[in-house]
């Protein structure tokens, strides 16, 4: 039985990257009338960010050469260890049960969102594996950041995501869905660009229902 993680983590309630991660997501679910599907929107429900008795349980993975994620648990020894653990669990038991991961996410000041930023925080340990499985980032982007534009060097958001999933998780098998130049929906002096936008979106919503239904 395959299963699905969505995560959406735009601060739109309506957003292109809501919208590109929804197509994935109904599509998926007609061809998996059997998968399991889980929801979180990091952005109406933010995850904490991390702190001192988070790092406390990383240290203590890493120093014992824990590398079995059932045994992460291990690592808690006193109280506030055990609210960190509290907030951790549930997160990492769907990351982990979940074959595909879909994130939806804008690109926000050349990254991504301080909210699904927090979410990688937390469910990332030293050496943790996730090899295998299928990750799917479906985003929205104010300008053009494709190969070969001249903003392509300031895309820290594919670039980091792409190196985070295949350093810290060893996962090969990313794909991202673009819709560009949304702001030329807004900014008068994108306006004639607002014809490439729409282009890169209907190009962008076929892709993301083709990916889902393969």
């Known amino acids: 039985m395959s299963r699905l993680l969505h995560l959406d983590a735009s601060a739109r309630r309506e957003s292109f990257s809501r919208t590109l991660s929804g197509i994935y997501a109904t599509t998926w679910r007609a061809a998996n009338p059997e998968g399991e ?10 995850v904490p960010h991390i702190g001192q008795a988070w790092t406390e349980l990383c240290d203590h993975v890493l120093a014992n050469g824990i590398t079995d994620i059932g045994r992460y648990g291990e690592a808690v020894r006193t109280p506030e260890q055990a609210e960190a653990w509290a907030i951790v669990e549930p997160l990492l038991d769907e990351l982990v049960a979940a ?58 958001e594919e670039r980091y995501l792409r190196d985070f999933f295949l350093g810290h998780f060893a996962v090969e ?6 819709t560009e130049l949304v702001n030329a929906l807004i900014d008068p002096a994108l306006a004639a660009l607002r014809t490439k936008h729409e282009e890169s979106h209907a190009a962008a919503r076929e892709l993301a229902g083709k990916l889902a239904a393969r």
Do not use: C
Not at 125 to 141: C, E, I, Q, S, Y
């Open 173 to 178: 098998d990313v794909t991202f869905v673009h």
């Open 37 to 46: 599907y889980s929801y979180r929107d990091l952005a109406a429900n933010p």
């Open 99 to 156: 074959d595909v991961v879909l994130i939806g996410t804008p690109m926000y000041n050349y990254s991504i969102p301080s909210a699904l930023k927090a979410w990688i925080d937390q469910v990332t340990f030293p050496r943790m594996k996730l090899t295998g499985r299928t990750f799917v980032v479906a985003g929205a982007r104010g300008g053009s950041y494709g190969p070969g534009t001249p903003r392509e060097p300031f895309d820290h």
